[in-house]
């Protein structure tokens, strides 16, 4: 019988039985780095906050740091470099860096959802290991990606009960020339990704330390982010997710009169497509991000497609905010995504 520790790491490479260890928690970084076309963000945490009375506790944002870059320097794509000129995104990031968290070397990356390609995935039975769960991988999502899937970072997670009989998958594949653009930012520094996730994804981190999410393993609620040049939205059906959509907004639709009918379009098709083909009756709610300065008209346009409440995300709810923050101020919401990475994941 092999040991406890030694099995964990022969199921984590693929030559024992299972798809992967049930529980591995790694300790994350508590800074984090998010890159946006207009700017660079870095945020720090503290551990948790003392328990009070009530018996919670909130870890505190005690540095942040956003830089502006000029714009046109930062293009996220799938397949394209996303850098125009990496010069001035070194140098916002290391004057962020300077204030914000000038002795960390480990950080958690958040890059943009449209640099990656994300896919849930059923398959007929479950794999043995994890080495056979990457072979499924590749071979189904070969004829589908716009670069070769030998090109490709891969990472899975599984959304199934290990015991199920047709078990889903939540794929990521990103290219792996564009994934080390951003991933150079960091070591060019002698710092080094500690975690690299999606904006998306640690959005839904984030809100699953909000209190008043308590409810969200309970019926169907979706996640909408209106990030800067693209709309993700995410369906979730008691507490796992069951649906993902990112769309790219071309140039073309960017302009004021393309760009709300475009959102509009999206947010649609994802409705019809909840109701179609999950056969949803009614979301309990949605929240929404935007860090694209549309606050203002996309709350009543995500209510009207997909007729729930709409509450904008709060990051203030999850962590402390600096004293005299207004959680109302658009800033939080474009660093939302990092503070989610830097409050690590759920046991």
């Known amino acids: 019988m092999l040991a406890p520790q030694l099995e964990m790491i022969l199921q984590k490479i693929g030559l024992v039985p299972g798809v992967g260890p049930a529980r591995l928690k790694p300790r994350l970084p508590q800074v984090a780095v998010i890159v946006l076309p ?25 540095a942040y740091k956003e830089v502006s870059i000029p714009p046109g320097v930062v293009l996220p794509s799938l397949t394209h470099a996303n850098f125009v000129d990496s010069g001035p995104v070194d140098q916002a990031l290391r004057a962020a860096f300077l204030e914000a968290a000038p002795k960390d070397d480990r950080i958690c990356l958040v890059v943009p959802d449209s640099m990656a390609r994300v896919s849930i995935l059923r398959f007929n039975r479950m794999p043995a290991n994890r080495r056979e769960v990457l072979d499924l991988i590749r071979f189904r999502m070969q004829k589908v990606l716009p670069f070769r899937v030998e090109e490709a970072a891969l990472d ?4 199934s009960e290990s015991a199920a009989a047709e078990p889903d998958f939540l794929v990521t594949l990103a290219q792996r020339t564009v994934l080390f653009q951003y991933e150079r930012l960091l ?54 997710l069951c649906f993902y959509r990112s769309k790219a907004v071309a140039d073309e639709e960017r302009s004021p009169d393309r760009f709300h009918p475009a959102l509009r379009r999206e947010l649609a098709s994802c409705a019809s497509f909840y109701r179609e083909h999950l056969s949803g009756s009614a979301l ?62 759920r046991a």
């Open 156 to 159: 899975y997670q599984l959304l």
């Open 38 to 62: 207009d700017r660079v963000g870095v945020v720090r945490l503290s551990g948790p906050a003392t328990r009070g009375a009530t018996g919670s506790s909130r870890p505190s944002l005690i």
């Open 187 to 240: 070591t060019r520094m002698n710092r080094f990704p500690g975690l690299v996730d999606l904006e998306s994804f640690s959005l839904v981190n984030l809100l699953f330390r909000d209190p008043e999410m308590a409810g969200m393993d309970k019926g169907d609620w979706a996640l909408v982010n209106a990030g800067p040049g693209y709309l993700t939205v995410l369906f979730f059906r008691e507490g796992s």
């Open 284 to 345: 309990a709610r949605a929240v929404l991000r935007t860090s694209n300065g549309e606050s203002r008209f996309l709350p009543g346009m995500v209510q009207e497609e997909l007729a729930c409440p709409v509450a904008m995300l709060d990051a203030g709810k999850a962590v402390a905010l600096p004293a005299g923050s207004d959680p109302a101020d658009p800033k939080w919401q474009a660093l939302a995504p990092a503070i989610g990475a830097a409050l690590g994941r």
